[in-house]
């Protein structure tokens, strides 16, 4: 086992095991218990857990006894929350360190140089781009494809398209064939992103499986093969080697494809430039070097800042601020991406909007606010699923609303639900009961019914979290 895997996997076991015996663990014997460091054997079947804790040897004692207590508990835990197909067996080792030279003061600097009383939000505010390193596996099969196919999901949004068209690109420059999928009924704005016009209709998908067949499949924002369309998706169940780059939390328990997905990324888009950075620098094997374009630049700035709502939302990090600089200075028109990606629609999406906003309806004292666009709407303004896009932005910006849901009705009589929050909901968790997924603040799924049905259900279940 690469030891560098064995350190990264021992720190990801310590931190889940913290927060589990902060927040999860009740026994006041493990309540001033620090998690040193976590180190796995080369096979991973042990996790020796050091620990260390405030107090004489009657206090070592009682904590170690709290925490083999707590062994069953968090071993389980651990495969869930990690995903672990074999999870290794803890053994907590007190570390006698800081008996050795180090005072109570000098214990409790270290912990603080450590990030030890910081919480998740100001340990992320420290965080800079550099900190986010692609997994070697995921490098290692981009250099060793020959042939690509990268797939934007469903109803793409400019994170999940501009995404695609960036890595397009930066593998034709490192030497590859690669190809970009895209679907019916583009949204407004599509067009500008270059690159878009060479991107091939998912229809062609099955004729080219069996002209040209790719070596890899890369999905772009999303982490299952059923997020690229009840039509498309089928398709790709064939290829064998696949791969995806998402920031989206994983809602379901069904097992996420390999790749990268981080939900601390504000956009796919900020994971894919630093794969292709990773990429230009010439050391995967595999990848010929070359230099980051304006292009790939523009479509990866288009991405981050439609989804960081031109950065105003909460998902938006210092590190966000380091990545669009790097963009800027690669020569990314700012102002005509902004312009194109959030401020710009056409007339017949405005006679929508329109439409759309005499359904405005709130409920819970006006902290959640419901809408809907149906095919009756679309039909007599002459716009389709993709105008809808933006709108949901404008109704989550009235004041005093907590919660926002946003009725779509698609061809088929289902409806596409989109959901938002403020800070402090979480419409993700609703979005997983309807087989959905998406962010705390930001989720969607697809449901069947009545639309006013859904809305009461929907609300329903919203004002839970009102308080």
């Not at 229809?203 to 999303?222: G, I």
């Not at 299952?224 to 290829?239: F, K, Q, T, W």
């Not at 990314?332 to 359904?359: I, W």
């Not at 959905?436 to 603040?441: A, E, I």
Request: proline share 5%; glycine share 10%.
């Amino acid at each position: 086992m690469d030891p560098y895997k064995l350190q990264r996997q021992g720190a990801a076991i310590r931190k889940v095991l913290a927060e589990l015996i902060t927040t999860d663990v009740k026994d006041p014997r493990v309540g001033f218990v620090s998690i040193l460091r976590v180190e796995l054997n080369r096979d991973q079947t042990v996790a020796e857990v050091l620990f260390s804790v405030i107090g004489g040897d009657e206090d070592r004692r009682d904590t170690l006894a709290g925490l083999k207590k707590a062994r069953g508990f968090l071993q389980g835990r651990l495969s869930d929350i990690l995903r672990l197909r074999h999870t290794p067996d803890l053994r907590f080792v007190y570390d006698d360190s800081a008996d050795r030279g180090m005072g109570v003061d000098n214990i409790l600097a270290e912990l603080s140089a450590r990030g030890e009383f910081e919480d998740e939000a100001m340990r992320n505010r420290k965080r800079t781009l550099g900190s986010l390193e692609p997994p070697a596996d995921l490098l290692r099969a981009l250099g060793a494809g020959r042939r690509c196919w990268i797939v934007p999901h469903w109803n793409p949004d400019p994170d999940s398209m501009g995404s695609a068209l960036a890595l397009a690109e930066a593998l034709q420059a490192s030497g590859k064939e690669a190809v970009v999928f895209t679907y019916p009924d583009p949204p407004y704005g599509f067009a500008s992103l270059p690159g878009y016009g060479d991107t091939v209709p998912a229809a062609r998908a099955a004729e080219l499986l069996l002209d040209a067949p790719p070596d890899l499949l890369l999905m772009c924002d999303c982490h299952h093969l059923s997020r690229a369309g009840e039509d498309l998706a089928p398709r790709l169940n064939s290829i064998g080697e696949v791969w995806c780059i998402d920031h989206h939390m994983i809602a379901d328990g069904s097992a996420p494809l390999q790749g990268w997905i981080e939900p601390l990324a504000s956009a796919a888009s900020l994971l894919v430039l630093r794969v292709v950075e990773a990429l230009a620098s010439g050391d995967v094997p595999g990848a010929d070097p070359f230099e980051m374009t304006t292009d790939m630049a523009t479509n990866i700035y288009a991405g981050l800042y439609a989804d960081t709502g031109g950065f105003r939302f909460p998902n938006v990090l210092p590190l966000t601020f380091e990545a669009a600089g790097r963009l800027a200075s690669a020569g990314v028109d700012t102002a005509v991406v902004a312009e194109q990606m959030l401020h710009q629609r056409s007339r017949p999406a405005t006679e929508l909007l329109k439409l759309v906003m005499a359904t405005f309806e709130f409920h819970g004292r006006g902290r959640i606010l419901t809408l809907r666009a149906d095919k009756r709407m679309m039909s007599e303004t002459g716009t389709s699923m993709s105008d809808t896009e933006g709108i949901i932005g404008l109704a989550s910006g009235t004041a005093g609303v907590r919660f926002v849901v946003f009725l779509k009705e698609r061809d088929d009589g289902l409806w596409r639900i989109s959901l938002r929050a403020t800070d402090g909901g979480d419409v993700q968790r609703l979005a997983a009961r309807y087989d959905g997924g998406g962010h705390v603040l930001a989720a969607g799924c697809t449901i069947a019914g009545d639309p006013y049905e859904i809305t009461n259900d929907l609300v329903a279940a919203l004002s839970e979290q009102l308080t």
